[in-house]
């Protein structure tokens, strides 16, 4: 089941004690506006045309992340269904380049 929240869509239920998600999308706005800003989509992203998350460390004593970061159930499988089905087939390694900006090593 949902919950309606007052400061945006319903969060997604989860098991007690997890924090609710209600990111509709790959990767949040805010995320994706601030990295298109500083040109930090990876190629793959932006020949696909959509964003994904991107993995950070959060750092010691931080807060936990906001629903509105977090990726419900049905939007990480439509996550992984994108980069299994459009991403891998791009992603065909080149010989003798160096790592892309965004990869991590």
């Known amino acids: 089941t949902a919950t309606a929240t007052a400061t945006g869509p319903p969060a997604a239920a989860g098991p007690?004690?997890?924090r609710a998600a209600r990111?509709?999308?790959m990767c949040p706005e805010r995320e994706r506006c601030e990295r298109?800003?500083?040109?930090r989509l990876h190629r793959l992203e932006v020949a696909t045309g959509a964003a994904v998350k991107e993995w950070r460390r959060p750092a010691a004593g931080s807060e936990a992340a906001a629903?509105?970061?977090l990726r419900p159930p049905?939007?990480?499988l439509r996550t992984v269904r994108h980069l299994v089905g459009r991403?891998?087939?791009r992603a065909e390694p080149r010989a003798g380049a160096g790592p892309e900006p965004g990869d991590e090593a």
């Open 36 to 39: 298109q800003g500083q040109a």
């Open 16 to 18: 007690k004690g997890m």
């Open 23 to 25: 990111c509709p999308g």
């Open 87 to 89: 991403v891998v087939a």
């Open 74 to 76: 049905d939007v990480l």
């Open 67 to 69: 629903p509105d970061e």
